[in-house]
């Protein structure tokens, strides 16, 4: 059965345009206009993946709204946000509220499209059994790759998807320069290069939050970033 | 010339010294009717004395040289004034009596006041003091003077003359003493014009302690009340100028005086003025935000259409103008995502936390963003530790550098250089290349100026690049400036930041 892709977008043209894409693309698209109706689609059934406007008609926040009551209903629903507004404080405020990307809408149908298998792979990622190395070690660091659990010295951090991923694709060969290229290809993300400047800024963020002395991601300057153990 | 205000009322002040010369000419006219009436009342004691002995002229049988006795002695002492001297002579200018003394027989005089004592030395200088101790001999030549000879003419007459010393001024009057339609003698009264001139010295002082109270007062006031408005003005101007930087930005806006006068209006139309062009400032930088935020929706109802136009069957030629619409949009893009890195970076810097980095890693790793470019990099031996974030001034660089690039003619390679001087880290990028336009020079680092020549086609600048170098640069305490080589070659960028305090010794 086609997978369901929700889209909640309050400007009539660009929520047919990207229905009409998605449609061809094969996927089943349930298109609403603001929250009211979002929320009582959602309720009466679960898409697989949801498109999220930030600002709905009169509620210029009403995105972040229905990104929390969405979480709330499924903790593994794909979300992602796609909004005019570029200002970092949304970002943050967006992935904070638990969304698993942000795109503005000047992002390509194909970068849309990309993400949104991307998303799908990895949600199949969480059904299928775990890969063959189940649990990667790099000195305090341990992430378990079944649960998509990362802790630090045994304390747990708790990491987004993508920002698990992104410790992944760094940790996994430590000492070598990723670029922000082939870090969105590991997390199956394709973001600009300042939403990876911010994912970073708020991982290293968490695990500091667990140990202050944290010091394992290396800025690479004008090239990307690099594990450091 | 610069006048200054206080200066202009202190000139404004000396019509005060109108003050002491009105008193000056008074007092000069009061002495005038003093002297009048000493001469007036001489002229009548001596009258007084000519009509007594008129009825009695016995009297004036007297030998000459002796004292006046009896009446007449009595008519004379009861008609004389106090200090003044008569003498009568007779038509052969005998002097038949001598009454009285020029002298002040008591020297008691009223004890000074405040006034008085405090300008007696300033007064001493300009006025003549009379004083008790002069020759009050009566000199032959007197006897037979003009005065007496008038009298005995018939003609009653006065006179000033000068004591025989010279140290005190006398007035004489005289009077004939009738007998029938004959002179027989001449009464004369003399006094000295001391009284009148204590009298005159009195007033003087006066007049000139008040007018110089009242000048010194007046002045003080004057120029207090000119300190007081040049101080409210200066410190305007000053707050005025603080208000605008050197590039026309508004730094902070004029709190705006309380006071109910003109100065205290301009104040507050001074603060208005600086709100409002803050306020445009503030629209001018927020216009790129804005744009790049109300653009994205129309735009992405554009791309997705033409999306969405893709995936149909279209004829042959349409595919050239889906892929014009295509490149216009892809520019439109670019505009945006310069437009939106400006802004994001203005809210960024807001609230960025800062930490401690190392500055020579951020500008050891600048060349390679632009592999097949040659760079010149130059870092000191120690670490050079400046307060922000690593990433920021990355980025920065990378403007810098990209600028650098963009301009650079020829393959002479790009010269980054980073030192300490001083208290500031001083990061140079510098290239050989066109000079600087001299109209824009700093403006450079303004939003949306650019000075490259526009070719069609190309890369849409917006002048953002470096803008956002000075916004970083801010952020990091510093500056950023643009000049040429000293020899002309090329250009010079330069940031300037404080070091983090504490580790430079």
Redesign the interface.
């Known amino acids: 059965m086609a997978r369901t892709v929700a889209i909640v977008e309050d400007d009539a043209a660009i929520r047919a345009n990207y229905a009409d894409i998605l449609k061809k693309h094969g996927y089943q698209v349930s298109a609403y206009g603001d929250r009211k109706s979002a929320t009582a689609g959602f309720r009466t059934r679960l898409p697989d993946l949801a498109l999220l406007d930030i600002g709905l008609g009169e509620e210029p926040d009403g995105g972040f709204t229905l990104c929390r009551e969405l979480r709330a209903m499924s903790a593994a629903l794909p979300i992602i946000f796609l909004t005019a507004r570029d200002s970092d404080f949304d970002l943050v405020s967006g992935l904070r509220m638990g969304a698993d990307d942000y795109l503005t809408k000047d992002a390509s149908m194909p970068q849309l499209l990309a993400r949104i298998s991307a998303l799908f792979r990895r949600a199949d990622l969480l059904r299928e059994p775990p890969a063959a190395e189940e649990v990667l070690e790099r000195g305090p660091l341990r992430l378990d790759m079944k649960r998509f659990h990362a802790s630090w010295r045994d304390a747990p951090v708790d990491l987004t998807l993508t920002e698990f991923w992104l410790v992944h694709s760094l940790a996994r060969y430590p000492g070598h320069v990723k670029d922000r290229e082939s870090l969105m290809r590991d997390a199956h993300i394709v973001v600009d290069d300042s939403t990876i400047t911010s994912h970073v800024k708020r991982i290293r963020r968490k695990f500091q939050a667990v140990d202050g002395t944290f010091n394992a991601i290396d800025s690479v300057y004008g090239l990307g970033y690099r594990w450091n153990n | 010339m610069r006048l200054t205000l206080r200066a202009q009322v202190v000139l404004v002040a000396l019509v005060l010294a109108v003050i002491p010369l009105v008193g000056y000419v008074h007092v000069k006219q009061i002495e005038r009717l003093l002297r009048e009436g000493q001469e007036q009342a001489l002229l009548a004691t001596a009258r007084a004395i000519a009509t007594a002995l008129h009825d009695r002229p016995q009297l004036l049988e007297l030998r000459a040289g002796e004292p006046a006795s009896g009446e007449m002695a009595l008519i004379l002492r009861s008609l004389a004034r106090a200090e003044s001297r008569i003498w009568i002579v007779d038509r052969d200018q005998r002097l038949l009596a001598l009454v009285g003394d020029l002298k002040k027989r008591s020297a008691a005089e009223d004890p000074p006041d405040l006034l008085t004592r405090f300008v007696h030395p300033v007064a001493a200088l300009v006025l003549d003091r009379p004083t008790e101790d002069f020759d009050d001999s009566l000199p032959e030549s007197e006897i037979g003077g003009p005065v007496a000879a008038s009298a005995l003419q018939g003609v009653p007459a006065r006179r000033w003359r000068q004591s025989p010393d010279s140290r005190a001024v006398i007035l004489s009057a005289s009077h004939p003493v009738w007998s029938g339609d004959d002179v027989v003698a001449a009464v004369v009264a003399e006094e000295t014009t001391n009284a009148t001139r204590s009298a005159y010295n009195r007033a003087m002082e006066q007049v000139i302690g008040l007018t110089l109270i009242a000048f010194v007062a007046g002045a003080l006031a004057l120029l207090l009340f000119a300190s007081r408005i040049s101080t409210r003005l200066v410190r305007l101007r000053d707050e005025a100028e603080a208000a605008i930087d050197s590039q026309g930005r508004v730094r902070k806006v004029l709190a705006g005086s309380k006071a109910r006068d003109e100065i205290g209006d301009l104040s507050r139309s001074f603060s208005t003025v600086l709100a409002r062009l803050g306020e445009y400032n503030r629209y001018l930088e927020a216009m790129a935000g804005r744009l ?3 653009l ?2 129309p ?3 554009v ?3 033409l ?2 136009l893709r ?1 149909q069957l279209l004829p042959a030629e349409a595919g050239v103008y889906l892929a014009r619409a295509n490149d216009g949009l892809k520019r439109l ?1 670019t505009i ?2 310069r437009m ?2 400006a ?2 970076l203005e ?2 810097v807001r609230e960025h936390p800062r930490e401690r980095f190392d500055a020579r ?2 500008v ?6 632009h592999p097949g470019k040659k760079f010149e990099i130059d870092v000191p031996g120690e670490p050079v530790w400046l307060r922000g974030a ?2 920021l ?2 980025q920065m ?2 403007k810098l550098v990209a600028n650098a690039v963009d301009f650079a003619t020829g393959d002479e390679p790009i010269r980054i250089r980073l030192e300490p001087r001083g208290a500031d880290a001083v990061l140079t990028v510098s290239n050989r290349g066109p000079r600087l336009p001299q109209a824009m020079a700093g403006k450079l680092f303004d939003s949306m100026v650019s000075v490259r020549a526009r070719e069609s086609g190309a890369e849409p600048h917006l002048g953002l690049g470096l803008y956002i170098v000075r916004l970083i640069a801010e952020f990091h305490g510093g500056t950023a400036q643009a000049l040429d080589r000293e020899d002309g070659s090329g250009v010079v960028l330069k940031v300037v930041t404080p070091l983090e305090s504490g580790t430079r010794p």
């Open positions: 790049s935020h109300e994205r929706t735009i992405a109802v791309r997705s259409s999306d969405n995936l893009d945006l995502t939106s890195e802004t994001r809210s960024l890693d951020v050891r790793g600048a060349p390679l963003a690593p990433e001034y990355a660089l990378d």
